[in-house]
């Protein structure tokens, strides 16, 4: 059978026929963490996104080579690093570990390249000497600077003028540039940066845009078939990835350009200064990976994500449900896939579509076999036995609270071995508690 895939292209605001263009194989680039601090869900969501368009990609073509970065040299890396007292390397290294661990618990599937900016350096610095070479770059004060004016399709993808991008965003002023609007390719070591590499510019580092357009060349080649990212990175990242690529290589670096849409905490926008940033660790305390990862999937990805206790604890209930189901009946591995499924997923990557068809064939008890296979496949959920997930559900909040309520009795009846029984059934269950003057916390071990 010809499946036929749509994805909604940001570079001409359009859904689309996904053609690659070579006949079987396809090459896609998705901006990774910067490695500072623990992944939140707004990290997440593009992690989980990209991964089950990578499983369908995998399913239609025999070769794809998916490159997600990480970006490891950052003022706000260094800045962390120093407010820690530990080096860059320490904290980029510990910080792509959690990275990691938060994704394999959302069950996301590891990419065939992980490059690092800081092992790229020398491919930066060539990169950045073609685009000098080209006309496009010139250096001012110990920085090079890309001038935008050089590119005439700047503000195409966010499809806007120059002028509107200028003045719509916060744009770094800077005596140096020739326009207000050129962003940095290279910038010297400073009092808030000085850790360098040494370049025929002097000793520095690079800018953030020009190492995702270097990598994504080296992994990919001149032009290649998809690259995504959060929408947040339409402009200027991606703006910029576009105009830097071209000018080096006179094409357009991809032909599909992908964004998921914003992530929301309770209806507020996520941020530092709100106090409402969300770690995936700290969700993972409360509810597994696979929930989070069906919470993130029940919205469309280029829809805004409204992330609450509320989106979980549905998620929570239709997994329950279907792990119902399949207690009995019984699983066995199969290839064949649902079609009904498969073709919500096919269109623009239509997952809610694609948990209602499920959810359809559970109730219908129609063929569940595949279905369930289906959604381990595309979905990456649905992965446990029946048994363990519900065990781990019996360990929810509401029984952990109330094993806490009757240790606490029992040590205020002077009943210290109950008291330590307890605790020793919520250890056995992977719960660690804490107590100190302001009562008993609790976390999963
Ligand atoms: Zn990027």
Same mark, same amino acid.
């Given at each position: 059978?010809?499946?036929?895939?749509?994805?909604?292209?940001?570079?001409?605001?359009?859904?689309?026929?996904?053609?690659?263009?070579?006949?079987?194989? !396809?090459?896609?680039?998705?901006?990774?963490?910067?490695?500072?601090?623990?992944?939140?869900?707004?990290?997440?969501?593009?992690?989980?996104?990209?991964? =089950?368009?990578?499983? !369908?990609? &995998?399913?239609?073509?025999?070769?794809? &080579?998916?490159? *997600?970065?990480?970006?490891? !040299?950052?003022?706000?890396?260094?800045?962390?690093?120093?407010?820690?007292?530990?080096?860059?390397?320490?904290?980029?290294?510990?910080?792509?570990?959690?990275?990691?661990?938060?994704?394999?618990?959302?069950?996301?599937?590891?990419?065939?390249?992980?490059?690092?900016?800081?092992?790229?350096?020398?491919?930066? %610095?060539?990169?950045?000497?073609?685009?000098?070479?080209?006309?496009?770059?010139?250096?001012?004060?110990?920085?090079?600077?890309?001038? #935008?004016?050089?590119?005439?399709?700047?503000?195409?993808?966010?499809?806007?003028?120059?002028?509107?991008?200028?003045?719509?965003?916060?744009?770094? #002023?800077?005596?140096?540039?020739?326009?207000? /609007?050129?962003? =940095?390719?290279?910038?010297?070591?400073?009092?808030?940066?000085? !850790?360098?590499?040494?370049?025929?510019?002097?000793?520095?580092?690079?800018?953030?845009?020009?190492?995702?357009?270097?990598?994504?060349?080296?992994?990919?080649?001149? &032009?290649?078939?998809?690259?995504?990212?959060?929408?947040? @990175? #339409?402009?200027?990242?991606?703006?910029?990835?576009?105009?830097?690529?071209?000018?080096?290589? &006179?094409?357009?670096?991809?032909?599909?350009?992908?964004?998921?849409?914003?992530?929301?905490?309770?209806?507020?926008?996520?941020?530092?200064?709100? /106090?409402?940033?969300?770690?995936?660790?700290?969700?993972?305390?409360?509810?597994?990976?696979?929930?989070?990862?069906?919470? @993130?999937?029940?919205?469309?990805? *280029?829809?805004?994500?409204?992330?609450?206790?509320?989106?979980?604890?549905?998620?929570?209930?239709? @997994?329950?449900?279907?792990?119902?189901?399949?207690?009995?009946?019984?699983?066995?591995?199969?290839?064949?896939?649902?079609?009904?499924?498969?073709?919500?997923?096919?269109?623009?990557?239509?997952?809610?579509?694609?948990?209602?068809? %499920?959810?359809?064939?559970?109730?219908?008890?129609?063929?569940?076999?595949?279905? =369930?296979?289906?959604? *381990?496949?595309?979905?990456?959920?649905?992965?446990?036995?029946?048994?363990?997930?519900?065990?781990?559900?019996?360990?929810?909040?509401?029984?952990?609270?109330?094993?806490?309520?009757? *240790?606490?009795?029992?040590?205020?009846?002077?009943?210290?071995?109950?008291?330590?029984?307890?605790?020793?059934?919520?250890?056995?269950?992977?719960?660690?508690?804490?107590?100190?003057?302001?009562?008993?916390?609790?976390?999963?071990?």
């Amino acid at each position: 059978m010809q499946y036929k895939l749509k994805l909604y292209n940001t570079l001409h605001n359009k859904l689309e026929d996904f053609i690659p263009i070579n006949k079987d194989y !396809v090459g896609m680039y998705v901006c990774g963490p910067t490695v500072y601090d623990r992944a939140h869900i707004g990290n997440a969501r593009p992690a989980v996104v990209f991964d =089950v368009l990578y499983r !369908v990609l &995998k399913y239609l073509y025999n070769n794809v &080579k998916y490159v *997600r970065n990480i970006t490891d !040299v950052d003022d706000k890396i260094y800045k962390a690093a120093k407010n820690k007292h530990i080096s860059i390397n320490d904290l980029t290294q510990e910080t792509a570990k959690m990275y990691h661990d938060d994704t394999d618990a959302l069950n996301v599937l590891s990419v065939d390249i992980e490059p690092k900016a800081t092992e790229h350096i020398n491919d930066i %610095i060539e990169f950045i000497q073609r685009i000098i070479d080209s006309g496009s770059g010139y250096i001012s004060n110990n920085h090079v600077y890309f001038d #935008v004016t050089s590119y005439s399709n700047y503000g195409e993808l966010s499809n806007k003028t120059l002028d509107d991008l200028i003045n719509g965003s916060r744009i770094e #002023v800077s005596q140096n540039k020739k326009n207000p /609007g050129d962003f =940095v390719l290279w910038k010297p070591v400073d009092d808030e940066f000085p !850790v360098g590499w040494d370049s025929p510019w002097g000793k520095g580092r690079p800018g953030w845009h020009i190492e995702c357009s270097t990598m994504a060349n080296k992994y990919l080649g001149d &032009k290649f078939d998809i690259h995504g990212g959060g929408c947040d @990175l #339409v402009f200027p990242h991606h703006e910029n990835e576009i105009a830097q690529s071209y000018s080096a290589n &006179k094409k357009i670096m991809a032909n599909y350009w992908i964004h998921n849409g914003h992530v929301m905490i309770d209806c507020q926008k996520m941020s530092k200064s709100l /106090g409402n940033v969300c770690t995936v660790r700290s969700i993972l305390d409360k509810f597994n990976g696979e929930t989070i990862r069906l919470a @993130l999937l029940m919205t469309h990805y *280029r829809s805004p994500l409204n992330f609450c206790s509320e989106l979980l604890q549905q998620s929570k209930n239709i @997994l329950d449900k279907w792990y119902q189901v399949i207690m009995h009946n019984e699983i066995t591995n199969t290839d064949e896939v649902d079609e009904n499924m498969l073709s919500s997923l096919l269109d623009d990557l239509n997952t809610p579509q694609a948990i209602h068809n %499920i959810s359809s064939a559970m109730k219908n008890n129609n063929n569940i076999n595949t279905a =369930v296979n289906t959604c *381990r496949k595309f979905l990456g959920i649905l992965n446990k036995n029946p048994n363990e997930w519900f065990h781990e559900i019996n360990v929810d909040e509401e029984w952990i609270l109330k094993q806490i309520e009757l *240790r606490k009795q029992a040590k205020q009846n002077k009943d210290y071995v109950e008291a330590d029984r307890i605790r020793n059934v919520l250890c056995e269950n992977g719960i660690v508690l804490e107590d100190s003057k302001n009562g008993t916390s609790w976390k999963r071990k």
